[in-house]
């Protein structure tokens, strides 16, 4: 979302800011968590290949010993299992991200709650990073009665005029009147009654 693509929409300046503010607050913890996600990945990165070089050369160095070559192949297999299970965890993360991401840019109000109503086995990331099968399940949800207040309307939802009162420094020197007395009027009329 860019600014120049809200001003085209007709919002003021003072209107975009807060539109920005509000996408920032859903987007920027999205992308610290990714990040945070890419740099734990590049570190199980580099600590596997670190392990398979101190594998390799172990195993170089002690050919002949067939009881450290069996813990060497376990080790290895360990590592080969480790790897998937990060690759599988990242995709995972990334499926996540993506979702919260797209439903955020839906319009959702409340992402955690539309994400239950999600079927998460029919959605899949492809090779570029686009979310699949997502599209058709916001569709029947936003359509839903049962669903449908679960994301913003089409309409801009104004939100009400706060009703505060005007306060002004010395009491009210112009005091509206409807045909009615003021206050002191009214005590001074009862104090005459008595």
């Given at each position: 979302m ?37 740099t734990e990945?590049?570190?199980a990165?580099?600590?596997v ?8 050369q172990l195993?170089?160095?002690?050919k ?12 290895k297999e ?5 790897k998937?299970d ?20 839906s319009?959702?109000k ?13 959605l ?6 686009n ?10 949800l ?6 449908k207040f ?18 002004l420094?010395?009491?009210?020197p ?8 003021d ?12």
């Open positions: 860019k600014r120049e693509q809200l001003k085209d929409l007709g919002l003021t300046d003072e209107q975009i800011g807060s539109v920005m503010a509000l996408h920032g607050a859903d987007v920027n913890p999205l992308k610290e968590s990714v990040t945070a996600l890419e990945r590049d570190s990165k580099e600590q290949t670190t392990l398979s070089g101190q594998l390799d195993q170089k160095d002690n002949g010993n067939a009881e450290l070559k069996q813990q060497i192949d376990a080790l360990a590592n080969e299992q480790a998937k990060a690759e599988t965890n990242l995709a995972a993360v990334k499926l996540d991200s993506a979702t919260k991401l797209a439903l955020t840019q319009g959702a409340n992402i955690k709650a539309v994400e239950a109503l999600l079927d998460r086995d029919a899949k990331l492809d090779d570029k990073g979310l699949n099968g997502l599209d058709d399940q916001l569709k029947t936003k359509e839903a009665d049962d669903s679960l994301f913003q309307s089409g309409e801009s939802d104004p939100e009400p005029a706060p009703n505060t009162p005007t306060i420094v010395g009491g009210n112009a005091p509206q009147t409807n045909g009615e007395k206050m002191t009027a009214k005590i001074a009329a009862r104090l005459a009654e008595k």
